[in-house]
């Protein structure tokens, strides 16, 4: 006599069984999902103990060490409603009291490099006491991540750097010794803001530096597990979606919702703009082979 088992399993339930196993494997050879930059600036790296994951990606751009002192409230980074959802600010104050101004912009702004100038200028007056000598104006960084097509250029990452350049001679300006000495820099342009822009939509392809590993996460959010970037291995637990409470992703997929939303707005605002201006040039086409 042959006797069941203890435990008696269905035929039907092995199949099951073999499916849950596949799914389990699926899930653990898929790529961790990571949260947008823009959202992770909004509600988690704020946190002082989530500072490591800015200064590694400051550090990779700017290449050099980035230790966050605190983070300021500014004129500059005050937002209304209605900006809220497109773009992000957050102001960075370094160990050496330099000023690091980290925007994001989604949506397309034709005054954008405006922007970029009026939001560096608030900052230099609005950390300069009255009566202060202009020597103490402090050294800021203007970190600008757009993901909209900003000018005419294929690069990813573009850098402006204020020089005096001799018109005649061709010669660098230098600083004399008594201003190295005193300001405590190696060229004019270290006393003069500096702009950085990340096209990061232009970014295609795979990440062979470690500062391309920081913009392939902000293209994708997406982190790999071989990537060991600066800020990378904090970044990869930090924000990672299935780490988020409950409330957090409610708001956190609300949020990308209004993302696609708004994607499709801009999308359809700019296929219609386009096919009036094809239609117009298919008038005066029209009219001027007419009047021939």
């Not at 096209?199 to 959010?221: D, H, P």
């Not at 209004?258 to 703009?273: D, P, R, V």
Request: hydrophobic share 35%.
């Amino acid at each position: 006599m042959v006797r069941s088992p203890l435990f008696p399993v269905s035929c039907s339930l092995v199949p099951n069984l073999a499916k849950i196993g596949v799914v389990r494997q699926a899930q653990e050879t898929m790529p961790a999902k990571h949260i947008r930059f823009d959202w992770a600036i909004k509600k988690l790296l704020r946190n002082k103990a989530n500072y490591v994951v800015l200064e590694g990606f400051l550090s990779e751009l700017l290449h050099q060490d980035i230790t966050i002192k605190t983070l300021l409230e500014s004129e500059s980074n005050q937002q209304t409603q209605e900006d809220k959802s497109n773009r992000v600010d957050i102001l960075a104050e370094t160990a050496n009291s330099e000023l690091i101004l980290i925007e994001v912009q989604n949506n397309s702004q034709l005054d954008y490099f405006h922007r970029m100038l009026y939001g560096v200028s608030q900052l230099v007056t609005e950390y300069l006491e009255q009566g202060q000598e202009y020597g103490e104006i402090r050294k800021i960084y203007s970190v600008n991540i757009v993901y909209f097509n900003l000018g005419k250029g294929d690069d990813y990452i573009y850098r402006l750097k204020s020089e005096f350049t001799g018109m005649n001679t061709g010669d660098i300006l230098e600083p004399s010794p008594a201003q190295t000495k005193k300001f405590n820099i190696e060229k004019v342009a270290d006393i003069f803001p500096e702009y950085y822009l990340l096209k990061v939509r232009n970014f295609k392809g795979s990440a062979e530096t470690t500062l391309q590993e920081w913009i392939y996460f902000l293209r994708n959010s997406e982190i790999k597990d071989e990537f060991a970037a600066k800020g990378m291995v904090e970044a990869k637990e930090t924000l990672r979606v299935n780490n988020l409470s409950d409330t957090e992703r409610a708001a956190y997929n609300r949020y990308m919702d209004n993302k696609s939303y708004e994607a499709s707005i801009l999308s359809t605002q700019e296929f219609e703009a386009q096919l009036q201006i094809e239609q117009i040039e298919e008038v005066q086409v029209r009219a001027r082979a007419s009047i021939q």
